[in-house]
């Protein structure tokens, strides 16, 4: 084998213009198609070695590592399979996320094996951090003078934070009046210029992708191949966390589909190397409002048409979402299924995950919402492994939460109004009577 070979490329899917791994482009030169970064495979990077074993023992020797920054990554751990060539990673450090067992989310959604991976306790409170890692660390690399992505919230937070990490400047652009005060609010407090563009996140993307091509700013946006190496090891580390004994499904919401790809990818690489006998499948799960990719997944991806994106969850209220076809990919090459909850699901899911004490935002509650229904349907089995990702963290979206618990008429089941009282000891007895009368009715 040659050194060549045993290179990383950025190969374009479109008209396979190949690329080295260190080209500054973030799509294809040639055609303006998405890229996709290509590894040798762990025999041919080590022809005679222990292949899969030896990769499996060195991602898991180097958990916990301790001292500074890439070491105790949840990232870079997985470098060998992600960006091997990065020598100085701009990394917060991220990653590590736990993978919870939650007897109340369980029960609600039918499924008694499901099990959260908790992609909100990510540094910046979203999974967006997996992919920004890798991303700035290529832009670094690369010399970029400025880096740009278009948002729905916690791409641009996340990338305000790894910019300023770099110390390179970042231009976000996110739909005006459209976003959740804590996205928008950390995108402001981690010093990125913020654009509020008035239009969805859609045209946002268009005009990121323009400001990119025009003016030389490096494009970070889930479009960038880098930053689905960085996701893939969402898939990874919760693999590794159940020691490489594979679930049955892997559920997660989609809006733009970047994250759909990445798992897609990294299952598909998994099971080609060996790292896990078999592929577990991806349950990718929309907003009813905003699903376009389920629409095409119920003409066996046939059509493809763009929606005016329409949901209370908007993390994913995406139109037309840029990662299309790698998605379809990731569906029909993990034999899984695409579906669609109402927004009134999705804040039931959400109601249940935080009221368990986890806690997520609105978009991250579909998966759940979305394990239950196909539970309901009999896809999934009730005896299943199910892993949910939580993309999102539960600060991120105080508006919903405000209106859920405090405003919303009729009130919603599991709202759980505050009561505003005297400073009086009898205004607490009263209230404390009312939760025991609740528990006792309950019992
Ligand atoms: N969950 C959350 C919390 C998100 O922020 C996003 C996407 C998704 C799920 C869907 O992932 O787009 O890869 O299918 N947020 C992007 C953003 C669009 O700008 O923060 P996807």
Partial sequence: ??????????????????????????????????????????????????????????????CCMTGDGAG?????????????????????????????????????????????????????GSFKDRGMTVGVTQAVRVGATAVACASTGNTSASLASYAALAGVPALVFVPAGQIALGKLTQTLAYGARTLLVRGDFDACLTLARQASSALGVYLVNSINPWRLEGQKTIALELLQQLRWDPPDWIALPAGNLGNTAALGKALREAFGWGLIPRLPRLLSVQASGAAPFWESYTHD??????????????AIKIGDPASW?????????????????????????????????VGCEPASAASVAGVRQLVRERVISPGARV???????????????????????????????????????????????????ELREKS
């Fill in 1 to 62: 084998m040659t050194s060549e070979e045993r290179r990383v490329w950025q190969l374009c899917a479109q008209c396979g213009t190949r690329l080295p791994d260190d080209a500054p482009e973030s799509s294809c030169p040639a055609c303006g198609g998405l890229l996709e970064i290509q590894h040798p495979t762990p025999r041919e990077l080590e022809p005679g070695g222990t292949g899969a074993a030896g990769l499996r023992a060195r991602f898991d020797a180097r």
């Fill in 72 to 124: 105790r990554s949840g990232v870079w751990r997985f470098a060998d399979v992600v960006h091997p060539s990065a020598t100085h990673p701009v990394s917060y450090p991220e990653g590590n996320t736990p993978l919870l067992e939650r007897e109340r989310v369980a029960r609600w959604a039918g499924c008694e094996g499901l099990l959260l991976k908790h992609e909100g306790m990510n540094p910046t």
């Fill in 301 to 314: 991806f046939s059509t493809r048409r763009a929606v005016q994106a329409q949901t209370l969850a908007t």
């Fill in 325 to 357: 076809h790698r998605a379809v990919e990731a569906i029909r090459s993990t034999n899984g299924v695409v579906a669609r909850v109402s927004d009134a699901e999705i804040l039931e899911a959400k109601a249940v995950v935080d009221s368990s004490g």
């Fill in 387 to 437: 892993v949910a990702i939580l993309t999102g963290h539960v600060l991120k979206d105080p508006g919903i939460l405000q209106s859920y618990h405090q405003e919303q008429e009729p009130r919603p089941a599991l709202a759980n109004r505050p009561h505003e009282i005297e400073p009086a000891l009898g205004e607490v007895e009263r209230i404390l009577e009312h939760v025991r009368e």
